[in-house]
Nanobody, 121 residues
Framework: QEQLVESGGGLVQPGGSLRLSCAAS????????MGWYRQVPGKQREWVAG???????NYADSVKDRFTISRDNAKNTVYLQMNSLKPEDTAVYYC???????????????WGQGIQVTVSS
């Protein structure tokens, strides 16, 4: 399993931008499909964006055209650039490494500890 550490959250005004980073500790980061999720109190965690090991990206409809996921395998890091932020984007954001197989072994999903993003004036 990867150890994942998020950074870059905080308070931002509506319409503003933030960039989240997720640093992974392992040596096989490049094989993982990675994702960002978010959760607000009382609701289920929801998927926000994903990037494959090959660099293909997908987004939830609620963030499409506003958020961009990217990765730098040399730095073992995945990013989430968030633009045109709205109050409804307020949540704890989690980085995740998808389950996968490596050299015949199953590697379960890994989660970061989460980081708060608050969009408010």
């Amino acid at each position: 399993q990867e150890q994942l550490v998020e950074s870059g959250g905080g308070l931002v005004q509506p319409g503003g931008s933030l960039r989240l980073s997720c640093a992974a500790s392992g040596s096989i980061f490049s094989i993982y499909n990675m994702g960002w999720y978010r959760q607000v109190p009382g609701k289920q965690r929801e998927w926000v964006a994903g990037i494959s090991s090959g660099g293909s990206t997908n987004y939830a409809d609620s963030v499409k055209d506003r958020f961009t996921i990217s990765r730098d395998n040399a730095k073992n890091t995945v990013y989430l650039q968030m633009n045109s932020l709205k109050p409804e984007d307020t949540a704890v954001y989690y980085c995740s490494a998808d389950p996968t197989y490596y050299r015949g072994s199953y590697l379960s999903r890994s989660w970061g500890q989460g980081i708060q993003v608050t969009v408010s004036s």
